[in-house]
């Protein structure tokens, strides 16, 4: 069964340091997200990208935080500056191109703890 | 103003039991409705779709009433393999899904 694989597993980082998370959409979707999770919290919704461009996004995804698809199938999330409350779990989903098809599957996140 | 709401929970039941979970959202708007299951560090797993005519799935039976925009979910005969936290969430198309903070669940023998 195809699946959404997220890479590093976990990522620890020095503040101010810039990080950048990678996933691996499932291949024929065409709808890629970033969520967020932070420890007992529940899980938020940062940004959502199709056709090779932001099509929503929250609150929390602000200059710090950018998305790039750079080939045919990795989808990267880049914080710029990282701050102690950017440590969380962060989970790229991806969805299908379809008008009747709103569910969104999930990779196994990554895990980043900012020091 | 908390868009989704859940059952604060947990709820410790023994093996066999039926467990109901409920789940609030405040968004009229809102077109889809998922059940979701998240165990322990992991990612939130999709358990089922809610429709409108409510949908059974093996053990699992979910309810959706849009008039009092209120969402369930029924388990029956519980196993030790369904503790795991339960998240509601619903979304407008195409839009971000909007989780609720989840209901946990622990099945004992």
């Known amino acids: 069964e195809p699946e959404v694989t997220q890479t590093p597993s976990h990522q620890v980082t020095q503040m101010g340091q810039e990080v950048i998370l990678r996933c691996v959409p499932i291949?024929?979707?065409?709808?890629f997200y970033w969520y967020r999770q932070i420890l007992g919290q529940k899980v938020e919704f940062l940004v959502s990208?199709?056709?090779?461009?932001?099509?929503?996004k929250s609150e929390i995804f602000d200059d710090q935080f950018s998305v790039e698809r750079p080939d045919g199938s990795n989808f990267t999330l880049k914080i710029r500056s990282t701050k102690l409350e950017d440590s969380a779990m962060y989970f790229c989903?991806?969805?299908?191109?379809?008008?009747?098809?709103?569910?969104?599957?999930f990779g196994p996140g990554t895990r980043l703890l900012v020091l | 103003r908390k868009e989704v709401e859940q059952d604060p929970g947990p709820f410790n039941v023994p093996e066999g039991a039926t467990v109901a979970f409920n789940c609030t959202y405040s968004?009229?708007?809102?077109?889809?409705f998922f059940w979701y299951r998240q165990d322990c560090r992991k990612e939130p797993k999709l358990l089922m779709s809610?429709?409108?005519s409510g949908n059974e799935d093996g053990r699992f039976t979910a309810q959706l009433n849009r008039a009092s925009q209120y969402i369930s979910l029924l388990i029956r005969d519980s196993k030790l393999s369904d503790s795991a936290t339960y998240l509601c969430?619903?979304?407008?198309?195409?839009?971000?899904?909007?989780f609720g903070k989840g209901t946990t669940l622990s099945v004992s023998s």
């Open positions: 989903a991806s969805k299908e191109d379809s008008l009747n098809q709103e569910t969104q599957y």
């Open positions: 291949s024929n979707h065409l709808y």
């Open positions: 990208f199709y056709n090779n461009e932001i099509s929503e």
């Open positions: 968004n009229s708007a809102s077109q889809s």
């Open positions: 809610v429709y409108s």
């Open positions: 969430v619903v979304n407008q198309a195409g839009t971000a899904l909007i």
